[in-house]
Nanobody
Framework: VQLQASGGGLVQAGDSLRLSCVAS????????VGWFRQAPGKEREFVAV???????NYEDSAKDRFTISRDNAKNTVYLQMNSLKPEDTAVYYC?????????????????WGQGTQVTVSS
């Protein structure tokens, strides 16, 4: 599966953004899809994942502000980000794997898209 992320941009603190991850392939519905982010000088970190059945899991700081969802008819996963903070500034990557647990354990899913930059000004 190939993934393409979009929707990043420059916003102010408190604003919202919706990231999209569009996947190629007819078996998109069998994949867990998630988001990671990497800020300058920091390690990549897990943000959220949605399984092929719609179960979701979030990193603690994203739990109350971000919502991950999927539309299998459009081969797309969304990350709705509300109440953005400057510390959310990072390159956001979407990723996919048939094994949902890798998002929680190894944090190393098989398939990655290119990143989309999110910059939140204070």
């Amino acid at each position: 599966v190939q993934l393409q992320a979009s929707g990043g941009g420059l916003v102010q603190a408190g604003d919202s953004l919706r990231l999209s991850c569009v996947a190629s392939g007819s078996d998109f519905g069998t994949y867990a899809v998630g988001w990671f982010r990497q800020a300058p000088g920091k390690e990549r970190e897990f943000v959220a994942v949605i399984t092929h059945t719609g179960t979701t899991n979030y990193e603690d700081s994203a739990k109350d502000r971000f919502t991950i969802s999927r539309d299998n008819a459009k081969n797309t996963v969304y990350l709705q980000m509300n109440s953005l903070k400057p510390e959310d500034t990072a390159v956001y990557y979407c990723a996919a794997d048939r094994r949902a647990l890798v998002f929680i354990t190894t944090r190393a899913p098989d398939h990655w898209g290119q990143g989309t930059q999110v910059t939140v000004s204070s």
